[in-house]
Structure formats: C-alpha cells, structure tokens
C-alpha cells in the first residue's frame, strides 16, 4: 500500500479562515486537501498527515513558543513514519512574516533545506526510495485579524513561486504552483476555503501521479 505524507502548515492541518485569533478550529477528513487527495491517488493509498499551525521552513518563531521550525520536524516525521512512497512538502507562508524580516531567497533557501534533507541518502534509504513533491502556497493577502502578522508579506510571497520552481528543478524534485489553482480567503488572507482545498486536492494528486 503506498503512503502519502504530506508536511506543512495550518493549511495542511486543515485551519479554515480565521476571523479571531483565540478560536481552534480545522476543517474534517472530508473537506482538508490531504484525506482528499488520497481519495483521488485511490482505495490502495494510505496517508499520514502532518500540518502544524505556524510551522515554518526554518526559523523558531517567538511569537510561537520557539517551536515551528521545520527542519528538525522533518527529521522526526521521516523518523516516525515509514516508509513512505511519496512526501508533499508545502511551507513558506509563515516564513513571509513581518518578524522574520525574510527576503525571498532566504525563504527560498530554506525550502532548500528541507528538500536536501529529504533527498539525501540518508532519508532515502530509511524509506527504500521516495518521491517529492515541493507545493508553493497561493501568495498571502495582507487582510484580515492577521494583517498585522504579515505586514509587508505580499511582495515576498508574490517571488516565491518562481523561485521555487526553480529549486525543485535543481533538486529533481516535483513542483506545484498552488497560486496557480487557488488563491488565499479573503476573509484572514492566509487560509483557504473548503472549495479551494478541494481543487487544491485534485492537482496535488494529478502532479503526484506525473511524478
């Protein structure tokens, strides 16, 4: 049976659009991108999701308790679950934060990280063999209760998907411009509504069965 992992933020935990910050929320199985995608990858497909609100491509964020940085989580997730057929990685959004003070490239560079992590030879052989697919998240609207959060956000995320073409090309990885499909909500600029999950769903599994 292969596994689907799929690695990210708020928006791979299933987080719907905010409209206070104090209240938890997350979309079900059967509205979340993830349950959806392995839907459509088929019967035979098994999935471990692994979305932390705020998790970032590198940084350990203050703001959070010190704990989003993606890296090390990687690390733990390639170490706990396995072996896997095929990882998602989509992260970036949180890194556009005003309190990083990220240009794109850095952001860019950190992505890299996580992609050299798991191609490395290391990872790959723990796993027998995995492919990747590197998912840029739709570009932030600075709107909303987390206007403030991603003041200045915009441009950086408007880089990214560029760049991040370009590095999954220089890693031989897949790629998926998620902007390029869905957009942000409107409501908090970060999120997505139940419908974009869904169409984000059906090109997720379409990039992954091109891999």
């Not at 396995?82 to 850095?106: S, W, Y």
């Not at 090309?169 to 419908?195: M, Y």
């Amino acid at each position: 049976m292969p596994i689907l992992l799929t690695f990210g933020d708020s928006n791979t935990h299933g987080t719907p659009p905010m409209t206070d910050r104090l209240t938890y929320a997350r979309f079900d199985a059967q509205t979340r991108w993830p349950p959806l995608t392995r839907a459509a990858l088929g019967p035979d497909w098994d999935l471990v999701e692994e979305g932390l609100p705020g998790r970032t491509a590198q940084f350990d964020d203050p703001g959070m308790d010190g704990l989003m940085n993606g890296h090390p989580a990687l690390r733990q997730a390639l170490q706990s679950h396995g072996p896997i057929d095929v990882l998602t990685i989509m992260l970036g959004t949180n890194d556009v934060k005003t309190r990083f003070g990220a240009p794109p490239e850095t952001v860019m560079g950190g992505l890299a990280g996580l992609l050299d992590l798991a191609t490395g030879a290391e990872m790959q052989a723990r796993h027998g063999g995995f492919k990747i697919l590197l998912i840029c998240p739709p570009p932030v609207q600075e709107t909303g209760v987390l206007a403030a959060d991603f003041w200045g956000a915009r441009p950086k995320a408007l880089a990214l998907p560029s760049l991040c073409a370009a590095l999954a090309a220089s890693r031989g990885t897949g790629f998926l411009d998620a902007g390029t499909v869905i957009e942000t909500s409107p409501v908090d600029g970060v999120h997505f509504e139940a419908e974009a999950h869904a169409t984000l769903a059906r090109a997720v599994a379409e990039a992954i069965t091109r891999l």
